[in-house]
């Protein structure tokens, strides 16, 4: 148990960093897609809505690699205790696989492929910054 609470602690603390650390760069974008999501929501016919149970793997790309990089994080006052180096492929390779799947599910959803991309969008901006703070977490450098 003190290693998943290690990682949820950690992944806050990353979500809390996107949000203070990055301050406007992270709000105003995030702001600004968020209304252009909404407003491409409304506009898709309720009948294509019942397949947007698909796009919930977005999420859980960024979500899986924040709780990585939280739980695997270099701890300093354990410095002989490195992770080994497999632990950096899911950051490393994580943004390629899920623009990968964000562009496969804006295929598969033709009736709403406006807001699948947005939706997409939407999520690489979190799996972005989730990935920054990641890998810095694993690595133990810190900009």
């Known amino acids: 148990m003190p290693a998943i609470d290690r990682a949820l602690r950690n992944f806050g603390a990353f979500l809390a960093s996107c949000s203070i650390d990055g301050g406007l760069l ?5 702001s600004f897609m ?3 999501l909404i407003g491409s929501f409304l506009r898709v016919p309720p009948a294509a809505r019942r397949q947007f149970w698909v796009l ?3 999420p859980a790309f960024w979500i899986f690699i924040g709780l990585w990089g939280g739980y695997f994080r270099f701890d300093w006052w354990h410095p002989l205790m490195r992770p080994p180096g ?6 490393e390779y994580g943004l390629w696989i899920f623009a990968l ?3 496969a599910l804006i295929v598969h959803l033709k009736a709403a492929r406006a807001f699948a991309l947005l939706f997409a969008a939407f999520n690489f901006y ?3 910054w989730m990935t ?3 890998g ?3 690595t133990g450098i810190w900009l």
Do not use: E, Q
């Open 101 to 103: 799947a964000a562009l």
């Open 34 to 36: 968020l209304v252009l």
């Open 86 to 91: 497999w632990v950096g492929w899911p950051i």
């Open 132 to 134: 920054l703070f990641a």
């Open 136 to 138: 810095m977490a694993v």
């Open 56 to 58: 919930s793997i977005l």
């Open 126 to 128: 979190f799996m972005w």
């Open 26 to 30: 992270f709000w105003m974008p995030c």
